[in-house]
């Protein structure tokens, strides 16, 4: 596998979500060994800083704080297309998932066309009027495809939306009604957590690939670490019950670098607050490094 040279970015980011303290996020991924895991595997590693929420905002009961949301989310955005730019490989570690709408933006932007795996407990695919809660960390992938809120992908730039048939969801279990019906009428494709039963990861995985890197100039994954189940992964704030095995979650990312089509990944929803002795952190950080080619043997 190419050996480019990868930049990091964290986002102390927790006000998309409902539960305080993810924007602690990328500090315990970076105890977790990431930035010398990744330099051990050969790659020259820039850890860029974290890019820091406002401590105030605008807010209203629809789009929960979104002027700090879509600050970070703008900010973002410049600082994953300047790694572009350079020719460098991203690797964004947040915070909640509101940021993947700046992330991919600006990835989608600069190879124009892109494919997305989403792994997830949940869809992030509302809009306003959809959300329950009106938490922006549950819409960012409908955003970033469109089908989402306009102001959290457009910058000023031009956003470059990306094509739901090349769209993959993994391990849903807590996808709201409305949510479900909007990603079938736009042509996601998913394969929550009883198909994962039935056909097994490595089928799952397969076909996603298929489906995100044919056609595309390569795939953006966008790993929630609330897919896992809560036992393995108990740092996060939005737990779901009976997710992913950690062997699954291992499985999904180490068949995906040997793909050669990531162009950026995000890491998300780590938690500290809710973690035990980093234990979430660390297999957050283990988790990208088994992206970007760690192997067992």
Known sequence: MFKKAIDIVGVQMDLGAAT???????????YGGICNGLRELGYEVHDKGDIIQLP????????????????????????????????????????????????????????????????????DWNDEESSPSGNMHGMPFSAVCG????CMVDFGQGPVYVEPRHCVQIGGRD?????????????????PINV????????????????????????HLS???????PEAAPGTGTIVHSGLTVREAFL?????????????IDMVEVNPILDERNKTGILASELVQSCLGKVVY
């Open 56 to 123: 105030e905002g605008a807010t209203k009961d629809t789009l929960r704080n979104y002027e700090q949301v879509l600050d970070v989310n703008n900010r973002l955005y410049h600082s994953v297309e300047e790694t572009l730019k350079a020719g460098h490989f991203p690797v964004i570690l947040g915070g909640d998932h509101s940021i993947a709408a700046g992330s991919i933006s600006a990835v989608s932007k600069h190879y124009k066309n892109i494919g997305i795996i989403w792994i997830d407990a949940h869809g």
């Open 20 to 30: 305080r303290g993810v924007a602690m996020g990328p500090m315990a991924i970076r």
């Open 252 to 264: 999904a990312v180490e068949t995906l670098a040997e793909s050669e089509k990531l162009l950026a």
């Open 147 to 150: 089908h989402g809120p306009e």
């Open 223 to 229: 790993f929630d670490v609330d897919a896992i189940t």
């Open 175 to 191: 996808i709201d009604t409305m949510e479900r019906v909007r990603m079938k009428e736009a042509g996601v494709t998913v394969f």
């Open 196 to 219: 994962i039963d039935k056909l097994g990861m490595e089928e799952v995985i397969r076909r996603a690939i298929h489906v995100a890197g044919t056609g595309t100039e390569g795939i």
